[in-house]
Structures are given as C-alpha cells and as structure tokens.
C-alpha cells in the first residue's frame, strides 16, 4: 500500500510512514469516517430508489395497468420504465457519493418532460419532473456536522 498524505510505499502492517512520520492507522479511521450525510437525505434516497423501482418494472413488465385507462402505448409505457430504472442507478450513484448521480436525474427529468408532452400533458403538467430535481436538490443540500451532502459529492 502508499501513504495517503506523500504517496512512500510501504508495509502493508505499517503504522507510521517511513518517509513523512504520519500514522496510517488515523489516516485510514479519519478517511473512513469523512463523509457524512443526513439520516433523511440517505432516508430519501433510498426511498426514491425503492419507488422508481416498482414503478420501472411496473410500467415495463404490467403495461396494461396504465394502458387500458389511458391511451398510452406499450413502447412509450417501456421508455418511461426505462427512465424510472435510470432513476435507480441516479440514486445508487447519489448513495455511492457521486455527483454524476444528479446529472442522471437532470437528464432524466428532461427525458419524461419531453415524454410528458409527448403524450399531451400540458406544460404546466408535465413540468413535475423538474420539481422532483428541485426536492432532491434540497435534500442533498441537509447538513450533517456542518456539512451537506452536496458538498461532500466527488
Ligand atoms: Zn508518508
């Protein structure tokens, strides 16, 4: 393994860096323990993932849930599927602390906007993607000891 704070090589058991003296031991507690987030922004996304995923496998696999109240096609209803199971992957990606996770949602957001109209929502209507990244926004910016979870983002 390398010392995190010069990059020296060293033991694999060692407990100080030959080369600049630091002590591995509190390097690796203090990394360990940096990011923090929110009981309920990890609440939130978690129950964001769980949501998008019922209703993903719900639009692709029982269309005709949907389909037979509305004039919807089993194409169309499979995009808006495959958007909810994008959603997913964004809020794995949030959990795991990347910020391309929001960019997921972004992107998604102006797909199912595009859908919306599509299918002849209004604007306004069709506008309530967007107010969902405005939430998840929020969300992120919950601090935790001082610190939000957006900026802890990599
Ligand atoms: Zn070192």
Redesign the pocket.
Same mark, same amino acid.
């Given at each position: 393994m390398f @010392?995190e !704070? +010069? =990059?020296?090589e060293i033991g694999n058991d060692a407990q100080f +860096?030959p !080369? @600049? =003296?630091?002590s591995i031991v509190s390097v690796t507690t203090v990394n360990t323990n940096e990011k923090k987030r929110h009981g309920f922004t990890s609440f939130y996304l978690i129950f964001t993932l769980i949501c998008n995923a019922i209703v993903g496998t719900s639009y692709m696999f029982t269309p005709q849930m949907i389909t037979q109240y509305y004039d919807i096609s089993n194409e169309l209803m499979m995009l808006y599927g495959l958007v909810s199971m994008g959603a997913v992957i964004g809020s794995i990606l949030l959990l795991c602390w990347k910020k391309i996770g929001i960019w997921v949602f972004i992107g998604l957001s102006i797909v199912s906007l595009i859908l919306n109209m599509a299918i002849g929502l209004n604007f306004i209507q069709s506008l309530w993607s967007l107010i969902g990244i405005a939430v998840m926004w929020g969300v992120l910016r919950i601090r935790k000891n001082g610190k939000t979870t957006w900026e802890q983002l990599e």
């Open positions: @010392c !704070k +010069c =990059g020296m +860096c !080369k @600049c =003296g630091v």
